[in-house]
């Protein structure tokens, strides 16, 4: 993805589901306007779900994802509609896609799907394809559909793209990463440690979020090293509103920061955002209770080049082994591997989730809270190994009193 587009994890997800063949494909490429995906008659086509960020009008900054037909048969089939149906815990918006001629005589397959977004509290549209290829009679009948579409004609493309924008669910204006900390005029001095572990010749998407809000909000961003934050904070004539840092140098920062200073990091800033952040606070305690030979489920959304001083697979379990003092095993799951029965593991230490849209971090924490699996974010449980958990989130709204 381009350094100037929205991120992934920012973007609002239209989902496609539907049997094969219903013309999927052809209407995410009819709605775009562009050829992104392969189309083709024979059923079964698409046998992974296929993401495309795009900006279109009127809806602006969106993922689509094309999924493989829900009635794939045989042993492989099974696996793609479960892939399919995993879809659903990252959707904004589904559009439930039927050949209109099929839906006619029988719409109990796509009713099941209807179902299945409700059950999840997704917005839906059931779009009746292929109104090209209908017979008079057909399309006298009346059926349980929202619009009557053509990807092959773009028979009312224009009319379903207006009806999806009004799908879009409401976002809360108070959300956001830091800006509801700020003032305009405000400093902020981010802590960003240059080690082997970071990205040659950018900064990682965190950091690039973070700065673009506290932008926003007409406060003043000034970036450091770790190694370098006593002397900035010498030099800066006043005192800033707040100190961000990479949870990777908490014990350091808390060091050379002054406890009149608020301190917080990227990672809890980001559980606050799009995650629940009350829920992780409290799955730190879980650490207290680990034994020799309990399982621990390290989790990133992303997928990444793990470098030798990597962060959810060497330094967090040692420093995990080294307060313990216990004997652990330790799994790992990145991008859209999360597990479905966390129930192996005592605990999941998951990243802050910068590339995950809010709807399946929410997934992913309100699954790990009903197989009563404490689960906690990287930041928020550095920040209680370093012992500054308290003092990191103090500054934030509502979390004050949580500890």
């Not at 053509?150 to 924008?165: C, D, F, P, T, V």
């Not at 030099?235 to 920062?253: E, K, M, W, Y």
């Amino acid at each position: 993805m381009s350094m100037n587009s929205t991120p992934k994890g920012e973007r609002l997800h239209i989902a496609l589901f539907g049997r094969r063949n219903a013309g999927k494909s052809s209407l995410i490429n009819a709605i775009t306007g562009q050829d992104l995906a392969i189309v083709s008659e024979v059923p079964g086509t698409t046998t992974d779900p296929v993401y495309k960020a795009m900006e279109i009008l009127p809806l602006g900054p969106v993922m689509f994802v094309d999924t493989p037909g829900l009635d794939d048969e045989g042993t492989l089939g099974a696996e793609r509609v479960r892939k399919a149906k995993s879809v659903l815990n990252k959707t904004d918006i589904a559009l439930i896609v039927a050949d209109g001629a099929e839906a006619i005589r029988d719409f109990s397959f796509e009713k099941t799907i209807l179902d299945l977004t409700r059950e999840k509290g997704i917005p839906s549209l059931i779009i009746l394809n292929k109104q090209d290829n209908w017979h008079e009679k057909e399309q006298s009948i009346a059926i349980k559909g929202d619009i009557c579409v053509s990807a092959r004609s773009g028979y009312h493309i224009e009319e379903l793209k207006e009806m999806i924008s009004t799908k879009i669910p409401a976002s809360d204006p108070g959300t956001r990463l830091v800006g509801d900390l700020l003032s305009s005029g405000d400093l902020v001095v981010l802590v960003i440690p240059i080690d082997s572990s970071a990205p040659k010749g950018r900064l990682i998407l965190p950091q690039q979020q973070v700065i673009r809000d506290i932008l926003e909000s007409g406060a003043i961003a000034v970036a450091c090293r770790d190694t370098e934050l006593s002397d900035t904070l010498a030099r800066l004539g006043q005192a800033p509103r707040l100190v961000i840092t990479d949870s990777q140098a908490f014990a350091r920062v808390a060091k050379d920061t002054p406890a009149s200073i608020p301190l917080t990091s990227f990672s809890i800033l980001f559980s606050r955002y799009k995650g629940d952040l009350k829920t992780q606070i409290q799955g730190v305690t879980a650490i207290e209770s680990l034994e020799d030979g309990d399982t621990i489920l390290m989790a990133e959304g992303c997928t990444h080049h793990r470098q030798c001083e990597d962060i959810g697979t060497v330094k967090l379990p040692r420093w995990i082994r080294e307060y313990t003092g216990k004997e652990l095993n330790f799994e790992t799951s990145s991008g859209g591997g999360f597990p479905e029965d966390l129930t192996p593991y005592k605990m999941v230490v998951h990243c802050g989730g910068c590339t995950l849209n809010p709807k399946e971090m929410a997934y992913r924490i309100a699954q790990a809270r009903d197989q009563k699996t404490p689960i906690v974010n990287y930041g928020t449980l550095i920040a209680h190994l370093k012992g500054v958990l308290k003092r990191s989130i103090s500054s934030l709204p509502g979390y004050e009193n949580i500890l």
